[in-house]
């Protein structure tokens, strides 16, 4: 089991940059594929990044070459780097740790952190 917490969240300009963090406070992140998702109001939750267990990242087409997945298991931690932030990234942003078990796929949510894109 995993207990997620999510940091670096805030208010930044058009145009900005953000590191969002999300930290393990217990478990080993490094044994699991780690995603950030982002929920607009009104809107679904929708995935932003993933990053596998073997270090391989995808990422949605509206953030590609924007934004950047990490992780350092030393630290136990994954970085969203989000740069040349956009109002329409104004979302708050969840992380996800998924692994599989015998029983199936099970997810460890974050609690959130809230970004505002805005000027």
């Known amino acids: 089991q995993v207990q997620l917490v999510e940091f670096g969240g805030g208010l930044v300009q058009p145009g900005g940059s953000l590191r969002l963090s999300c930290a393990a406070s217990?478990?080993?992140?490094?044994?699991?594929?780690v995603g950030w998702y982002r929920q607009a109001p009104g809107q679904q939750r929708e995935l932003v990044a993933a990053?596998?267990?073997?270090?391989?990242?995808n990422y949605a087409d509206s953030v590609k070459g924007r934004f950047t997945i990490s992780r350092d298991n030393a630290e136990n931690t994954v970085y969203l780097q989000m740069n040349t932030l956009k109002p329409e990234d104004t979302a708050v942003y969840y992380c996800?740790?998924?692994?599989?078990?015998?029983?199936?796929?099970?997810?460890?949510w974050g609690q959130g952190i809230q970004v505002t894109v805005s000027s």
């Open positions: 990053v596998t267990s073997g270090d391989s990242a």
């Open positions: 217990s478990g080993a992140l490094k044994f699991y594929s």
């Open positions: 996800n740790g998924r692994t599989q078990s015998s029983w199936g796929t099970i997810d460890y």
